[in-house]
């Protein structure tokens, strides 16, 4: 199945975008996550939202919700790890499964972890974002989780069962905290902030301050990818991707909206965004049935 519009991101921009597209009768796919924006959430007040203030986060991401199931609009939970521009469509790739789309916008928010030292220089060259993608290739080898949030326990966990030795590497509180009971006895827990990814042509070691371990490979489980890291070819400026006044990226048929494009980190802006890309996108789709019809 192909979808008309992929829309990545579960915030302000990619819901506005979501029921703008919907109200315009697009086959829509929408990727985030259950809370709708974790941002959005922890907001004890909202004032400057138009029509609503006064209001807490949690309220305002209700009134989204209510909004979205009104118009039959279900949020996919399944994270999004790479996005490919393939001429006619986009393939989106979500652990073993791969969605279709003839146009994408990108909502994904700001990635606020750093990367490590090496992390982008050798992505793709023993650096993977996606367990489940790529864990063949390591079987009966050495690997490392580097883990910002507790899905990626559950990483580890998966490549314990192919790997020779799995470690774990800890990034976020709770994990930084205690060593996980929920992980495999044969994991190794490392309760240390890696300074550098190493390699030659590949990765071959993760330094710490005061010692190095041997890998393979190293799979580093983030909320949300870099821009460059998700969709190969964009272009960005810093840690934005770069876009013009209709939300339109330098890939044709990609559409991006909201904190991912640059601040002002705002919340309606990132609502005006997102409508803004969705139309645009709606545009783009119209073009091209007129195209096939010549």
Same mark, same amino acid.
């Given at each position: 199945m192909r979808y008309d519009i992929a829309i990545v991101g579960s915030g302000p921009a990619g819901l506005s975008a979501a029921i703008n597209a919907k109200i315009r009768n697009k086959n829509i796919v929408v990727f985030g996550n259950e809370s709708l924006?974790?941002?959005? @959430?922890? #907001?004890?007040? @909202?004032?400057?939202y138009l029509g609503f203030y006064d209001i807490s986060g949690e309220e305002l991401k209700n009134k989204f919700k209510e909004h979205i199931e009104s118009l039959g609009i279900e949020v996919n939970n399944n994270k999004v790890n790479n996005i490919y521009a393939m001429g006619e469509? =986009?393939?989106?790739?979500?652990?073993?499964?791969t969605y279709e789309a003839t146009t994408v916008i990108l909502a994904t928010?700001?990635?606020? #972890?750093?990367?490590?030292?090496?992390?982008?220089? =050798?992505?793709?060259?023993? @650096?993977?974002?996606?367990?489940?993608?790529?864990?063949?290739?390591?079987?009966?080898?050495k690997v490392a989780v580097i883990g910002y949030n507790k899905e990626s326990?559950? !990483?580890?966990? =998966?490549?314990?069962?192919? #790997?020779?030795?799995?470690?774990?590497?800890?990034?976020?509180? !709770?994990?930084?905290?205690?060593?996980?009971?929920?992980l495999d006895e044969t994991i190794e827990v490392i309760h240390d902030r890696p300074v550098q990814i190493n390699g030659d042509k590949l990765v071959n070691k993760i330094s710490f301050k005061e010692k190095e371990i041997n890998v393979d490979g190293v799979f580093v489980i983030k909320?949300?990818?870099?821009?460059?890291?998700?969709?190969p070819g964009i272009e960005t400026e810093g840690a934005h991707i770069i876009v013009d006044i209709n939300m339109k990226t330098n890939i044709p048929g990609c559409f991006a909206a909201g904190d991912c494009v640059g601040k002002p980190y705002s919340y309606i802006k990132s609502a005006g965004q997102g409508q803004i890309a969705a139309l645009n996108a709606v545009s783009y789709l119209d073009k091209l049935k007129i195209q096939n019809k010549l």
């Open positions: 924006s974790n941002k959005l @959430v922890k #907001a004890p007040s @909202v004032d400057n469509y =986009f393939a989106l790739m979500s652990g073993n499964e928010g700001v990635e606020y #972890a750093r990367p490590i030292k090496g992390e982008e220089e =050798f992505l793709g060259k023993g @650096v993977g974002y996606c367990a489940t993608c790529d864990a063949p290739l390591y079987r009966d080898k326990e559950e !990483e580890a966990n =998966f490549l314990s069962e192919i #790997a020779s030795k799995t470690y774990f590497i800890p990034m976020y509180k !709770e994990g930084l905290m205690r060593s996980s009971n929920t909320d949300s990818a870099s821009p460059k890291s998700l969709v």
